[in-house]
């Protein structure tokens, strides 16, 4: 099956500091979404983004389908950001089956 | 506020016990998704309904019996658990029949088998 790996897998930043988390994948895929769990166990959809580049406020996301990798990148970090970002895909041809990476927690301290 | 409904949030449960675990969406999505997460890994696809119709089994073993009674709903029956299957367990559903849709998640069910 398809091999979704993520980097760094922690990371603690103070708050106001810049970060890019990436996702590598080893299949083609034709579905990629970026989630955030929270610490009480919420995920939360960040974006859709099979290809390009997409920004919703603070948080940006990339995608090279070819070259087979995305990154999130976060700007200006919060202590509300913290929590596990996963990434997830769905390999082309798979209907409905999204594989979620190792996941990366980030830690935004005061 | 998540537009996924789960419940209940915690459930204690004995090896013996039967119970089910309920989600509910009101928005009008084709697909609804079970995935167990435990601690500190990655959610794992269990099982997917597309219009209503069980279209994605993982090799889940029989203890777990999911029902989609209509195209709101979906329920996991649980009997004859093991401690091991203690996890959170998570319910989606996406607007897309096939998967070419953003995926959004209940807060999750956390089960304990004692």
């Known amino acids: 099956g398809i091999q979704v790996e993520q980097s760094p897998p922690d990371l603690i930043l103070q708050e106001g500091a810049n970060s890019t988390l990436r996702c590598n994948f080893s299949?083609?895929?034709?579905?990629l979404q970026w989630f955030h769990q929270n610490p009480w166990g919420q995920l939360i959809n960040l974006f859709y983004?099979?290809?390009g580049t997409k920004q919703n406020g603070r948080l940006s996301a990339t995608t090279v389908a070819t070259e087979r990798y995305s990154l999130l990148y976060i700007s200006s970090s919060q202590t509300t950001d913290s929590g596990v970002y996963f990434c997830?895909?769905?390999?082309?041809?798979?209907?409905?089956?999204?594989?979620f990476g190792t996941g990366t927690r980030l830690q935004v301290t005061l | 506020d998540t537009e996924v409904t789960q419940t209940p949030k915690h459930l204690v449960m004995g090896m013996t016990n039967k119970k089910s675990l309920k989600c509910e969406q009101h928005?009008?999505?084709?697909?609804m998704y079970w995935y167990k997460q435990k601690a500190k890994k990655p959610p794992e696809l269990m099982f997917v309904y597309s219009y209503e119709k069980l279209s994605i089994n993982e090799s889940v073993p029989s203890r777990f019996s999911p029902e989609c009674p209509n195209s709101s709903l979906l329920n996991l029956h649980l009997h004859a658990l093991q401690p091991e299957d203690s996890a959170l367990y998570l319910c989606?559903?996406?607007?897309?029949?096939?998967?070419?849709?953003?995926?959004?998640f209940g807060n999750g069910t956390r089960l304990t088998v004692t």
């Open positions: 299949d083609s895929v034709n579905n």
């Open positions: 989606a559903s996406s607007q897309s029949g096939t998967g070419d849709s953003p995926l959004h």
């Open positions: 928005m009008g999505h084709r697909a």
């Open positions: 997830a895909v769905r390999v082309s041809g798979t209907a409905s089956k999204l594989t």
């Open positions: 983004i099979p290809s």
